[in-house]
Every structure is written in C-alpha cells, then in structure tokens.
C-alpha cells in the first residue's frame, strides 16, 4: 500500500462531517490493507489514522517541521517504507544526532508529494485532526473485517490497543479476537471522565449518590503485578517500570500475588501537599538519572482502582465491589481519600478540602458502573475549577481536514506590564465553533501583518480572546517559561483591548501556585 493511499484516505476523512462517510472511507482502506495480508501494515494504518507513531516519538518536532524541501512530483513510497524510515529516525542518538535526524527527515519529505508531505507534517507533529477518533476506528474496523463491533471494541479494550486488534481482524478474522483477555503483564486502555459542571451536577447525574475522590495531579499509571514480576505503564501505555523504583516497592509490598491496578505516580512536599506537575513529570524522561531524581524528590503511590487481583477479573464488577477489593489489599497510605455520599452539602466541603489541599479537583463514580477501560463512560465524571484568561491573538494557522481554508489555531500571549510587548504562552484550537472559525477566518485576515499563503498567519496584536484552561505549566517552548494547560476558547472579547489583556505577571502567579 502507498503512503498517498493513507495521506488521500485521510484528506477525505477529515473533509467529511458525517460519521458514516468516515467510517465508510475509513474501512475501504483497511480492507485493501487487509487484503495484502501483513498484519503490520495494517496495524501501521490504523494508527496512523488514529493519529498515532507506532514508534511513539521519534524526537521531530514542529521547529524540525518549519522548512522542508519540494514536494516530489510523484508519489513512490509505501507505508511500510515509511514506517521504517521513522523507526530509522527514531532510533538516532549519540553526538551529531540533531543534524543526522534533520537530513532524514528532509530526505523523507524530499520523497513525498505535497498531499503525503501534509499528511506527514500533521501526523509527526501531533496535530493531525480529522475526526477518526477512537470509536469511528473501531467501527471502521469491525464493518473492514465483516466482524461485530462489540467484539472489536471489547478486544481494544481488553488488548490496550486498537492497530494490534485490528491487524488480527482483519488478517485471522473474529477468532482471532478471542486471545485479546485481561492478562497481568498486557496494559489495557484506561477508563476515562466525562465532565461535571460542579458536584450537584455529578450526583444528579450519578442517580442521587457517588463515590467522591481526590484527583491528584500527578501521572496516571498502570500498575501490574505477578509474583515477583511488577510493570508500570503510562496512561498512554508505554512501559516505564525502570523509572519508578519505589511504585514497583510500593506494589511488592501489598498482600497479593496478581494484581492490575489503576493509580498515580505523585511527587508530595513535606506537608504531603502536591509539589507542581513537573516535578512528576521529569521522572518519566528517558534520560533522567533515576537514583539521583529519585534521591531528591521521590514518588508516592495513590491506588484508585483495582482491575484484577490474583486470579480474579474485577473489571465487570460495580465500583462498589471495586473499591471494597481495593481496601482490604491496599493500606490507606496508598489509597486517594473518598467520600461516598448522597449529600451535595457534604460532596462540596470535601471539593472545597481537597483543593485547599493542593490538588486537581474530584472525580465522582458511580457505585454500580464497570471499568469501561478505554472508554469515556458517563460512570466517572471529573469535577475541578476553570481558570480563566483574556489574551491577545498574536498569530493564527490555517486548519487541516474539515478546517481546510479556515484560520484555526491561535497564538496566544500576555501583556508585558513593562515593556508593553506580548508574550506568546501557547496556542490552541479547541472550543472553536463552524461560526467562530467563519468568525475569525474573516477578522484575522484583516488583521494580518504579513502573507497570509504560509502555514502560520502573523496578525496584529489587536484582538482579545477569553481562554479556559486548567494551569499553567513550566516549558522551555515558549519565550516567557510557562505554557497553558488544556487551553480551549470561551469567547472573543470585542468590549476589551489589547491594554486590557492579562498580564505575564498574572499568568505567573498561577504558575507559582501550582494552578
């Protein structure tokens, strides 16, 4: 298969609204894979098409991304010859590795025709968006493979990844599907939150009683144990036992021989209050020195649900059994407090002592729902304050997919209070409406300070914008040192001007209170 099948296949997906079309296209080029009867290719599409590297990362980022050569004018690559060269990339190291991956990443692009370059700059720098989502690629999937989508959906859940599943359906057919079990040792997807608007919301929608817990904010991890034998996982499921000594302590310590387990990695203060997110996130760096890192700021174990413990699958049970599995095995140490209650009164002073505490917000759980592993259920629901700021627009991109001809992603920026210049935290295009992108498409045209046929539209610093996001966290991306959290746009502020935009000194405030 050529890697212009996928890059077209893609192009149409992201230019469609319509659920049916997606999952139509999307099966048309899976089963032509099918049909070359390779369960990598396969598994090579699907996640591209997800959005995904097989490979993870591969260290190209968007400043690698900035120049590439002509586009060739004839399509001559596979997919397979791709995935191979990014593995090539990938793998890249020692002295000399900057300018050695910048010539194989020119050499790649060199090879592709303008549609493969796009697709290929969308993929590798994380941003390729056109709508393939997780359920429309397993329904893609399940009507490729002429199986049922249930069956996909369960074996995604239950094998950690949809490429893998759909390589054996589409290969060996629904059979196949039938060695995707819960096993200890293989990470599952992990359930995920809808949102809540605040805690009377969260019991309404949990039928009048749930579960309340604190949400930390620390890296959630997969913990699996058998025997002697302890693994850790990322939520995204990347194996990073070798990193966190003291959660692979912590689990050998519990009165169990089998155990999966959903948890956090947290790095504490002295007062127990969470030390800022970073910190816990340098851990799982790939060249961070484990013993030092760990000497100076070692990692608690918070465990919040059990999937598995010895021999027995919990997964399917009520969060009630759940949580009851979970008290007798794990010492309260290690456990995130919880309050069961049907009390709004009650649900909101534990809200309020848990954000005084430092941390995140709470997760309210229904007491009779499954682990949905993989799946945003309504059976978990998040609740945690937004933070909000007005900023200026200081560039604009234009959108891919259904976003074609539109200006989509925005730049954004604080005011300095001392010189007068902004300064750019990070940019975003979520919560964006079709009438705001037509909205704005429009203003920032007007606004442009320069060409607007290139990738990134410059534009006058001129219009405000209300962003809601959830913190502000350290970065070295970004001139001022900091980059907001899970930005999305509220709405544009016509009744503000630039020199009434927030300052970089607000935005640090937050940062140095860890929100």
């Known amino acids: 298969m050529q890697l212009l099948d996928v890059a077209a296949a893609s192009a149409e997906v992201g230019a469609s609204s319509a659920r049916l079309k997606k999952i139509a296209r999307i099966a048309d080029l899976l089963r032509r894979a099918g049909e070359e009867d390779d369960a990598k290719l396969v598994a090579v599409v699907v996640s591209w098409l997800s959005g995904e590297l097989p490979q993870r990362q591969i260290g190209v980022g968007w400043a690698t991304l900035r120049s590439l050569p002509a586009a060739a004018a004839q399509a001559s690559m596979t997919v397979l010859d791709v995935d191979a060269r990014l593995s090539e990339i990938g793998a890249v ?172 990695a947290i790095a504490l203060r002295p007062d127990n209050r969470p030390h800022r997110f970073q910190v816990t996130a340098s851990r799982f760096g790939r060249s961070v020195d ?57 649900a909101t002073g534990f809200l309020d002592a848990t954000l005084a505490a430092g941390h995140e917000g709470v997760m309210a759980k229904s007491l009779t729902a499954p682990y949905e592993a993989g799946r945003r259920g309504a059976g978990w629901l998040k609740v945690k304050p937004v933070h909000t700021l007005d900023l200026v627009v200081l560039a604009v991109e234009w959108g891919s997919g259904r976003r074609t001809g539109k200006l989509s992603n925005i730049h954004l920026g604080a005011r300095d209070p001392e010189s007068g210049e902004f300064i750019m935290l990070g940019k975003t295009f979520k919560g964006m409406t079709d009438a705001m992108l037509d909205w704005q498409t429009a203003r920032f045209t007007e606004l442009a300070d320069g060409p607007t046929d290139g990738y990134v539209v410059k534009v006058r610093p001129e219009q405000v914008v209300e962003i809601a996001l959830d913190g502000v966290q350290t970065s070295s991306r970004y001139p001022g040192g900091m980059a907001l959290r899970f930005a999305r746009v509220l709405r544009y502020r016509d009744d503000k001007s630039p020199a009434e935009v927030d300052t970089i000194d607000t935005v640090r405030a937050l940062h140095q209170r860890g929100d």
């Open 93 to 264: 190291a020692g002295k000399g590795s900057q300018a050695r991956r910048a010539d194989l990443v020119t050499e790649l692009f060199g090879a592709a025709t303008a549609v493969e370059q796009m697709f290929l700059r969308r993929l590798l720098s994380g941003e390729l968006r056109q709508g393939a989502l997780i359920g429309v690629m397993a329904d893609a999937v399940a009507k490729a493979a002429d199986v049922p989508a249930a069956a996909v959906r369960r074996a995604a859940m239950l094998g950690g990844a949809l490429p893998s599943v759909a390589a054996a359906a589409l290969t060996a057919g629904e059979a196949a599907l039938e060695q995707f079990t819960l096993t200890v040792g293989r990470p599952v997807g992990p359930m995920l939150a809808q949102t809540a608007t605040g805690v009377a919301d969260a019991l309404e929608r949990l039928g009048g009683t749930g579960a309340f817990e604190a949400k930390l904010d620390g890296a959630r991890v997969q913990i699996h144990r058998s025997g002697d034998a302890v693994s850790i996982y990322t939520r995204s499921l990347d194996d990073v036992t070798a990193r966190l000594p003291e959660i692979v302590e912590a689990t050998l310590a519990l009165p169990v021989t089998d155990l999966i387990a959903d948890a956090e």
């Open 290 to 346: 484990i013993a030092a890192a760990r000497s100076a700021q070692p990692l608690s174990m918070f465990v919040f649900d059990l999937l598995h413990l010895d021999g027995t699958d919990l997964l399917d049970l009520p969060t009630s059994e759940r949580v009851a599995a979970l008290d007798e095995v794990v010492p309260k140490v290690h456990r995130v407090d919880r309050l069961i209650t049907d009390d709004v009164d009650a």
